[in-house]
């Protein structure tokens, strides 16, 4: 599987993007998937996470209400829309791909990573 994530940009805060990540190869229609984030300095940090079917979603508390994560596995894509940026949500957003059976929110867990795509909010 390859994930290819793009969509970033920069933005004012309180603006939108949305992020999209296209899967090919092996298709990932029936693996879980996530958006991952990592700030200069910091660790990669879990975002959201969708299971196969795409009836549950999960969230970090920091996005919760302003990031909606979706998904189309008729087109092998995942969205992550984001409303509401702050300037701490500034960072490179990967998509990744688990073959395990739900969604979880530990990188370890995640077998195929995008290349990522760069996220900058002014303030």
């Known amino acids: 599987v390859q994930l290819q994530a793009f969509g970033g940009g920069l933005v004012q805060a309180g603006g939108s993007l949305r992020l999209s990540c296209a899967a090919s190869?092996?298709?990932?229609?029936?693996?879980?998937m996530a958006w991952f984030r990592q700030a200069p300095g910091k660790e990669r940090e879990f975002v959201a996470s969708?299971?196969?079917?795409?009836?549950?979603?999960y969230y970090a508390s920091s996005v919760k209400g302003r990031f909606t994560i979706s998904r189309d596995n008729a087109k092998n894509m995942v969205y992550l829309q984001m409303n509401g940026l702050k300037a701490e949500d500034t960072a490179i957003y990967y998509c990744?791909?688990?073959?395990?059976?739900?969604?979880?929110?530990?990188?370890?867990?995640?077998?195929?990573w995008g290349q990522g795509t760069q996220v900058t909010v002014s303030s």
């Open positions: 969708i299971t196969a079917s795409g009836d549950s979603t």
């Open positions: 990744a791909a688990t073959t395990g059976s739900s969604p979880s929110r530990w990188t370890f867990e995640y077998n195929y």
């Open positions: 190869g092996r298709t990932s229609t029936g693996y879980p």
